[in-house]
């Protein structure tokens, strides 16, 4: 088993139990080097990445952020963007760590569930989603489940994706809405109330129907306006026959989710062993030259806090001193 030197900075959570990490540890020995690693894995929640230079950078996002080429090497995301060897999109987020798909629940439990549930605690999203929680909770109670326009009497508590799928298992339909409308940004907001066994009702990524059968959920964006897609809402929860139909309709690609979600990890397995296969001087794709060096520095100073804030923090006291000794020359040279 080869072993990768790495370090990993700028993540959202411990970096082995991302689901687009942890494929890697079935062939390669990751052994952590905060100082000099050869290959650094890094996201877009913090800048710490800038203070690497000799290594090949990886750039990890699940977010609505496009990578930025001239900081990394490589990049794995929800971006459509095609750039040679160095892009890898992400189909399905998070899909890498869910051993088997659970289709366990017969026609009358599906049938005979609560209507729908509307579970978010971000306001600082389109506002579509409260719009659309607001109108269709005109036909029936729509449970929200968190803090964002809670109506179950407090926040219920979902700590984790099992917590938060045992709770959509409850209900016919989920609302599954993106932060944006955004190309390739599909989250594990559809995902969960797939693998839940709870309807979909999307809105988002425009390509969405590129990742999953279009016939596996409702797609608001496939409608004129909201109350046209709150129109097929309303159909589906009245015509049993129909219901089911969509809801055993497979929603991955391939015969069997197993075998796509095999595919997926072989696809993702792929462009690991494509980067850390080669000799590390060839796996360079940044370049400093020209003015890269100079947009490249001047992100790196952006990010150096000014060299007396560092002073304060190493010696607060010598700091002081030395400014109170400033001002009382200062005060001396004007009394003269």
């Not at 750039?59 to 990049?75: H, R």
């Not at 579970?119 to 029936?140: G, H, M, T, W």
């Not at 809405?177 to 969960?192: D, Q, R």
């Amino acid at each position: 088993m080869k072993t990768i030197r790495c370090n990993f900075v700028d993540l959202w959570e411990n970096p082995l139990e991302i689901g687009w990490i942890a494929p890697l540890l079935s062939e390669y020995d990751l052994v952590i080097d905060e100082k000099n690693p050869d290959y650094l894995f890094y996201s877009c929640f913090g800048n710490k990445h800038l203070q690497y230079n000799n290594c090949i950078k990886i750039f990890l996002c699940g977010e609505n952020i496009l990578p930025d080429f001239n900081l990394c090497d490589y990049a794995l995301s929800l971006s459509t963007i095609d750039y040679a060897d160095r892009t890898f999109r992400i189909r399905i987020p998070n899909f890498y760590e869910y051993e088997q798909l659970k289709r366990h629940l017969d026609a009358d439990t599906l049938l005979n569930r609560r209507f729908c549930n509307f579970v978010y605690r971000n306001s600082n999203a389109d506002p579509i989603r409260v719009r659309f929680f607001q109108e269709l909770s005109k036909y029936k109670k729509v449970d929200s489940a968190s803090s964002l326009m809670n109506n179950m009497e407090g926040p219920v508590s979902l700590p984790t994706n099992d917590d938060l799928m045992d709770f959509q298992r409850q209900y016919k339909f989920t609302i599954a809405m993106e932060n944006s409308s955004f190309p390739g940004y599909i989250t594990e907001k559809i995902l969960h109330p797939f693998l839940a066994m709870s309807l979909p009702i999307y809105w988002g990524a425009p390509n969405i129907s590129s990742d999953y059968n279009p016939n596996s959920f409702v797609n608001i964006m496939d409608y004129s306006s909201v109350e046209e897609a709150i129109e097929e809402v309303i159909r589906l929860d009245n015509d049993d026959a129909a219901y089911l139909e969509k809801m055993n309709t497979p929603f991955w690609n391939g015969d069997s989710f197993e075998s796509f979600q095999q595919s997926e990890t072989e696809r993702l397995l792929a462009f690991y062993r494509h980067i850390f296969e080669q000799p590390k001087e060839n796996a360079f794709r940044r370049t400093s030259d020209g003015w890269m060096g100079v947009y490249t520095r001047d992100m790196q100073e952006k990010n150096i806090e000014p060299t007396f804030a560092r002073l304060i923090k190493k010696n607060y006291k010598s700091c002081v001193r030395m400014v109170c000794k400033k001002v009382i020359l200062f005060r001396l040279k004007i009394k003269k």
